[in-house]
């Protein structure tokens, strides 16, 4: 009788789990504030304050790199002359002198590729690529002046490299609470850290991208105002991306703003980008 009561005993100790062990996430967070606060730096144009660790010149290095393999793998899909060339890179010059004041030495380029896409890009270093698929969209010089105004603005803001620093502190702290679950039995260890991640998801990285496209399209109107290219075509142009996109998630889950959102924000910002439109060219007042 004594030694089934033991063995009872024993097994319950056995089956114990302890709970969250706070301290062990307590010392991470710590780790990832000093993380944060120790490399913080200022976005151009706008003042914001981000977490940046990767320094320009390692920036443009990977943008480089990257531009070359996607031009490589879109060899046969280049388009070398033409209209369209034509008005992206003179588009493309124009914004790049009125980044001047900003432009961390970039070596702007700019390319067209042939392909149903609706997309551009700008890669650190101003590696630029217009589709194809985007130009009926962008209807008109000034359309296509936003789309890539708006590109190149990310790249100027370096914020390819904040998302990475940025995923380098949730792992910092998604260690912290994969360690300080630990000692919970395996069921709520993972609740645990399902519950990390849809904060982490929804909290944290969503809000940061949407963020980071709010800005861009800020920064990248007043560009396209100082290239004289006429910002009031923004809103229109993301009535046109609306229509085109079709349904979109709920903003809350995706990585955009919605179209309607990125109409009132440029409605918003309309009287202050003309304004420097109408001083960037007088010539053009409207």
Request: charged letters at 20%; glycine letters at 12%; one cysteine or more.
């Amino acid at each position: 009788m004594v030694y089934r009561t033991q063995n009872r005993r024993t097994g319950g100790m056995r089956r114990r789990r302890g709970g969250f062990r706070w301290q062990l996430m307590l010392l991470f967070a710590i780790g990832a504030g000093i993380y944060y606060f120790a490399n913080q730096k200022t976005v151009p144009y706008t003042g914001r304050k981000q977490l940046r660790t990767m320094k320009p010149a390692a920036e443009m290095q990977l943008g480089l790199q990257s531009y070359q393999q996607i031009l490589s793998d879109n060899r046969e899909n280049l388009v070398q002359s033409g209209p369209v060339v034509d008005a992206v890179r003179e588009i493309g010059a124009r914004i790049a002198r009125a980044a001047s004041d900003e432009d961390p030495g970039f070596d702007w380029a700019f390319n067209v590729i042939e392909s149903e896409q609706a997309n551009a890009f700008a890669l650190p270093g101003g590696y630029t690529a217009v589709y194809t698929g985007l130009i009926p969209i962008a209807e008109n010089e000034d359309g296509l002046a936003v789309i890539m105004g708006h590109e190149v603005a990310h790249a100027l803001a370096h914020h390819g490299a904040e998302r990475m620093a940025q995923q380098n502190m949730q792992r910092i702290v998604g260690a912290g609470v994969s360690m300080g679950a630990g000692g919970m039995d395996f069921g709520a260890q993972k609740a645990v850290m399902g519950i990390f991640g849809g904060i982490s998801q929804y909290g944290f990285a969503l809000p940061f991208s949407r963020k980071h496209e709010s800005e861009a399209d800020e920064i990248g109107l007043l560009l396209v105002a100082r290239a004289c290219y006429d910002p009031r075509e923004a809103p229109k142009l993301w009535e046109r991306m609306g229509a085109a996109g079709g349904p979109t998630p709920p903003e809350f889950g995706s990585t955009h703003p919605a179209p309607a959102t990125r109409v009132a924000d440029f409605e918003r910002m309309m009287p202050a980008m003309i304004d420097v439109y109408n001083q960037s060219c007088p010539d053009k007042i409207r």
